[in-house]
């Protein structure tokens, strides 16, 4: 009977999880058709090569049509079709992983046009700032020259924008700018032990008050940092999944390849929190 009590508590406890995890992927949600969940499994396997044409497939399913009848060539407040520049981007990085660096370059450089090009339909001057740092973003992960620059630029574009912005807090948790923090993000917590290596306040400054200030410290911390977080990833040979929704010190799933029991919930995929290998229920 305590086994059976176990096993039905454990078994609510993995369900909800699985809801919650669902319930933030509804909330995000663009038309990727299904791409994504392809790319984080072939991640999981450490087959970065495979993982780089999911993300790029993934990438123009979204710039085709972001949501469902959603014009990628409209203005849109929340900008949903962020979210191609950031998979495009990841695949270049991916294909960098897999020792692929030429595939990377033309993945680079097509978002970079793309991202330019979006800059007529997302037409917000906080936008505009915003693709701007996609862009600089674009050459780091392509392996571009003029990222630093194009950071400056970036965040030049944010200070202009300053006193137009209204409520820059609820600019940053736009999907574009969530798109925009994705990759580094991701490329942080490959070299930290699944953690989250890049926090919220490192990406923004301190005082939202200043709200040119505190956008554009988004592009000088990228300056600073994901060049260099890019580069240790290619050396490791290692990128690690996104992370979605996290359980530590499970009960319910215990890693083949490392033995850790902490979680990872991304897209369809249950993942070690720490190797992003797949794990295992017990
Ligand atoms: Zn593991």
């Known amino acids: 009977m305590l086994y059976t009590n176990k096993c039905e508590h454990t078994r609510g406890n993995v369900l909800t999880k699985w809801f919650v995890h669902r319930r933030r992927i509804n909330r995000m949600h663009t038309q990727d058709g299904g ?24 990438a123009w399913s979204v710039l085709t049509e972001p949501r469902a009848g959603r014009d990628p060539f409209a203005p849109d407040e929340r900008g949903y079709v962020g979210a191609g520049l950031q998979y495009l ?73 300053g006193d137009g912005i209204e409520n820059p807090h609820r600019w940053a948790t736009s999907p574009l700018f969530e798109a925009a923090a994705g990759p580094i993000k991701q490329v942080a917590r490959s070299l930290a032990n699944g953690e989250i290596a890049i926090k919220w306040e490192n990406l923004h400054d301190a005082d939202p008050s200043a709200c040119g200030d505190f956008l554009a410290h988004r592009a000088t911390y990228k300056r600073q940092r994901f060049s260099g977080l890019v580069e240790r990833v290619v050396a490791d040979g290692f990128l690690a999944a996104p992370r979605g929704t996290t359980e530590y010190a499970t009960d319910h799933h215990r890693c083949p390849h490392c033995g850790s029991t902490d979680v990872n919930w991304v897209a369809e995929s249950v993942l070690c929190l720490r190797c992003s290998r797949p794990t295992e229920p017990v």
């Open 35 to 58: 791409h994504i969940a392809s790319a984080v499994g072939a991640l999981a396997q450490r087959d970065y090569q495979t993982a780089g044409n999911h993300y790029s497939r993934a």
């Open 89 to 161: 981007l990841t695949s270049a990085i991916c294909y960098r992983v897999a020792g692929e660096p030429s595939r990377a370059t033309h993945r680079g450089v097509e978002a970079v046009a793309i991202a330019g090009d979006l800059t007529t339909a997302l037409d917000e001057p906080v936008q505009q700032a915003c693709l701007e740092e996609l862009r600089a973003d674009c050459r780091v992960a392509g392996g571009l020259d003029g990222a630093a620059s194009t950071y400056d630029t970036a965040a030049d574009a944010y200070r202009a924008a």
